[in-house]
């Protein structure tokens, strides 16, 4: 199983950025999906998640508003879109599939991928 992240950069404040995570390896369409940050010195950080069909989406209260979750079953791939983003939101994004529910804990996560760097200049 692979799960391929991509689309960090280096952008300002306030700008946009669409992560996309590619799933290999799984049947995509079975796995509820997650994505997570960490910055050094910090424990995985829960940012958003979908279920498996996509009606259902969850999202820390940090990044409430700001981020969107959604998927693509026919591409085995998961997005998150970025706006309004802000010097802290600056970390290496994870994305994460589970088998059993969107949950917010990055230890129940079936698989995970490589991360991708945002950098946020103020």
Same mark, same amino acid.
Not at 2 to 11: D, E, K, P, R, W
Not at 42 to 58: D, P
């Given at each position: ?6 689309? %960090?950069?280096?952008? /300002? =404040? ?5 992560? $996309?995570?590619? =799933?290999? %390896? ?11 940050? #960490?910055?050094? %010195?910090?424990? /995985? *950080?829960?940012?958003?998640? !979908?279920? !498996?069909?996509?009606? &259902?989406?969850? +999202? =820390?209260? $940090?990044?409430? %508003?700001?981020?969107? !979750?959604?998927?693509?079953? @026919? ?5 998150? /879109? ?5 010097? *802290?939101? @600056? =970390?290496?994004? +994870?994305?994460? @599939?589970? &088998? ?7 230890? #129940? +996560?079936?698989?995970?991928? &490589? ?8």
């Amino acid at each position: 199983v692979q799960l391929q992240a991509s689309g %960090g950069g280096l952008v /300002q =404040a306030g700008g946009s950025l669409r992560l $996309s995570c590619v =799933a290999s %390896g799984l049947t995509f369409s079975t796995y509820h999906m997650g994505w997570f940050r #960490n910055t050094p %010195g910090k424990e /995985q *950080e829960f940012v958003a998640s !979908i279920s !498996i069909s996509g009606e &259902r989406t969850y +999202y =820390a209260n $940090s990044v409430k %508003g700001r981020f969107t !979750i959604s998927r693509d079953n @026919a591409k085995n791939t998961v997005y998150l /879109q970025m706006n309004s983003l802000k010097p *802290e939101d @600056a =970390a290496v994004y +994870y994305c994460a @599939a589970d &088998r059993g529910s969107p949950t917010t804990s990055w230890r #129940n +996560y079936d698989y995970k991928g &490589r991360g991708t760097q945002v950098t946020v200049s103020s």
